[in-house]
């Protein structure tokens, strides 16, 4: 069993629950931390074994492109995809940051995570 991280993979989204948002779009960082079983990958140096980095990734884009209101949407959909796509994923936290949120003040980012199984 380990533990692998993808760590602030960035895109630029429309979600949002302000028109602006949805038009114009912001800029989105998404962590991934996954427990994982890596079976003889760590022995025997073969990817099959593990989690190939770019297909997460893929899989990440490929939610991040698809419009939602809220960042906890986009955050439980990641995470139901990995779930679905990766059965050697046994624990998995995502994080999604919206950089710049839309408020009456001065914000760098706000975050939502979500886990499974949920702690």
Do not use: W
Not at 98 to 104: G, R, S
């Amino acid at each position: 069993m380990g533990i692998i991280t993808l760590k602030r993979m960035k895109f630029h989204a429309f979600h949002g629950a302000i028109r602006e948002e949805q038009l114009v779009g912001n800029t989105f960082y998404v962590t991934l931390t996954m427990r994982c079983n890596f079976g003889n990958a760590t022995k025997e140096d073969d990817i099959s074994g593990t989690i190939n980095y770019s297909d997460v990734y893929e899989l990440v884009k490929k939610e991040m492109q698809q419009r939602s209101n809220l960042i906890e949407h986009v955050a439980q959909r990641i995470l139901d995809a990995v779930l679905d796509n990766f059965p050697v994923v046994r624990s998995i936290e995502v994080t999604v940051s919206k950089m710049n949120p839309p408020v009456n003040g001065e914000m760098e980012e706000a975050c939502v995570t979500v886990s499974y199984p949920n702690r």
